[in-house]
């Protein structure tokens, strides 16, 4: 089902967790994006009281505002529970963010990176609702999933137990195959390497599977790797390397992907028992990483630095408040540039 937004941008829903691959696209390169200028984090306050709200932080090496909250759009509402968005900000500079609890979804315009505009903000269409995640196609338009039917948050199709990759035909949505994944796994997020054809998914058990015969019509799914403990979440391709958050074992690794026979660890980052990397997004060289919003997290994120050429992952000590000790940038704070209200828990950043 499509249908069409304001500035002309149109998307695809789908009510499963999708794989869409039947055009062979290869992905922009990261090392050929040019740095960001600012980052996006779509933010929600903590207690619920006040209004959620996107943040825009200042990455220029220059001056002293580098990792500093420069600007804040409230959205208007608050509860929403801010969740995913676009992992990538395209070149329209519109940028999809969901609510998830409050089952609603808002385009920001970021054409004027330090004054957001709300365009649009919606629920489920149908009976489709609780949108999850969002992929930018090579066309200008983002295919998404929702994750139920019904303001119930019923689960959508039958046997719905999270252990399930579906792969559908990208030119008419049709679904090629259902392919059950070992009890418990959770897939989380596939991913299209660079060479446009292989396609990896994520699970919460740290396994990497490869879905083969993307182009006949029986998809498998063979294991490449396995990392421990479980709690592997977003993941990133940067070049040869992939790169998991394991909020389990609070650390960032990456791996060597050039020959999927022979996956190999090159490279990790660890923090302390307070931070559980979840949300990692790129803009070629720098990573952000976010805790999951649980109890036992800070509310905090942090910049790394990758090499393309080793996969090699440092911590960004530069990246932190102003007089403070620590690396990163506390949500934990009374005050922002729209008013005091207090602590705030940001979730899906994106460079732009």
């Known amino acids: ?32 994006r040019p740095p960001a200028r600012y980052l996006l984090a779509w933010t929600g306050d903590e207690d619920r009281a006040h209004e959620d709200f996107l943040a825009v932080v200042d990455l220029a090496r220059d001056g002293d505002r580098y990792g500093t909250i420069v600007a804040t759009t409230p959205v ?36 004027d990176a330090l004054h957001p505009k709300k365009v649009e903000r919606f629920n489920g269409f149908a009976d489709s609702t609780f949108l999850h995640s969002l992929t930018r196609l090579p066309n200008g338009h983002s295919i998404a999933t929702f994750q139920a039917h019904g303001e119930n948050n019923i ?18 949505l049709s679904l090629i195959k259902t392919i059950k994944l070992p009890a418990n796994d959770g897939p989380n997020e596939p991913r ?10 994520n699970t919460v058990e740290c396994r990497p599977y490869q879905v083969t015969d993307l182009a006949g019509t029986n998809p498998q799914l063979d294991l490449v790797h396995q990392e421990s403990p479980r709690g592997c979440a ?11 958050a394991n909020a389990a074992d609070h650390s960032v690794f990456s791996l060597d992907i050039s020959d999927l026979k022979n996956v190999r ?10 931070q559980r990397p979840y949300w990692l997004a790129t803009d070629g060289t720098r990573i952000v990483v976010v805790n999951e919003p649980s109890p036992t997290a800070e509310r905090r994120m942090w910049m ?39 602590n705030a828990v940001p979730h899906g950043p994106v460079f732009g």
């Open 76 to 111: 208007g509402e608050k509860g929403l529970w801010p969740h995913h968005t676009e992992h990538e900000l395209d070149t329209s500079r519109m940028l999809f963010a969901n609510g998830y609890s409050a089952n609603r979804t808002l385009l920001f315009d970021l054409h």
């Open 304 to 342: 790394l630095q990758v090499s393309q050429t080793t996969g090699r992952i440092t911590l960004d000590s530069a990246f932190r408040d102003a007089g403070s000790r620590r690396p990163g940038l506390a949500f934990d704070r009374p005050n922002r540039p729209h008013g005091a209200t207090g």
């Open 155 to 172: 689960a959508p199709g039958h046997e719905h137990n999270g252990n399930q990759v579906q792969v559908f035909r990208l030119s008419d």
């Open 234 to 244: 977003m993941p990133l391709v940067m070049g040869k390397y992939w790169v998991q």
């Open 265 to 274: 660890r090159v490279s990790s980052v660890s923090s302390d028992e307070k």
């Open 192 to 201: 299209l390497l660079p060479d446009g054809r292989t396609v990896l998914v």
């Open 1 to 32: 089902m499509q249908f069409r937004l304001p500035r002309q941008a149109t998307l695809a829903f789908l009510a499963f967790t999708a794989l869409a691959c039947d055009r062979h696209t290869v992905p922009t390169r990261n090392a050929e």
